[in-house]
Nanobody, 123 residues
Framework: EVQLVETGGALVQTGGSLNLSCAAF????????IGWFRQAPGNKREGIAC????????YYANSVKGRFTMTSDNAKNMLYLQMNDLNPEDTGVYYC????????????????WGKGTLVIVSS
């Protein structure tokens, strides 16, 4: 069974940085797409970044492009999200997610979810 565990959420001031981590367990296949979603209060869950294990391609939402960077350590089955220049609109619960499509940007494309980690950006 696939398990995803996120850590690293915190309260941070505007302009600050955070690095989120996702530990992934239980994969039985080499090809999938893994990434990050976030859900702001009152909003639907949205995909903000993902990497395809099919071809190595990456995706970033326009709202985070240039500020957030996703990296992975395949040997440790870890996924990271370095978030810089944070602003209050980045506040939300951040989820690690896995799907079998080549890109996962909406919730229906996700097959596995972590429980999420809370990021609060104060103004």
């Amino acid at each position: 069974e696939v398990q995803l565990v996120e850590t690293g959420g915190a309260l941070v001031q505007t302009g600050g940085s955070l690095n989120l981590s996702c530990a992934a367990f239980g994969f039985t296949r080499d090809e999938y797409t893994i990434g990050w979603f976030r859900q702001a209060p009152g909003n639907k869950r949205e995909g903000i970044a993902c990497i395809s294990r099919y071809d190595g391609s990456t995706y970033y939402a326009n709202s985070v492009k240039g500020r957030f960077t996703m990296t992975s350590d395949n040997a440790k089955n870890m996924l990271y999200l370095q978030m810089n220049d944070l602003n209050p609109e980045d506040t939300g619960v951040y989820y690690c997610a896995v799907g079998l499509e080549h890109r996962i940007v909406v919730a229906v494309q996700v097959d596995y979810w972590g429980k999420g980690t809370l990021v609060i950006v104060s103004s």
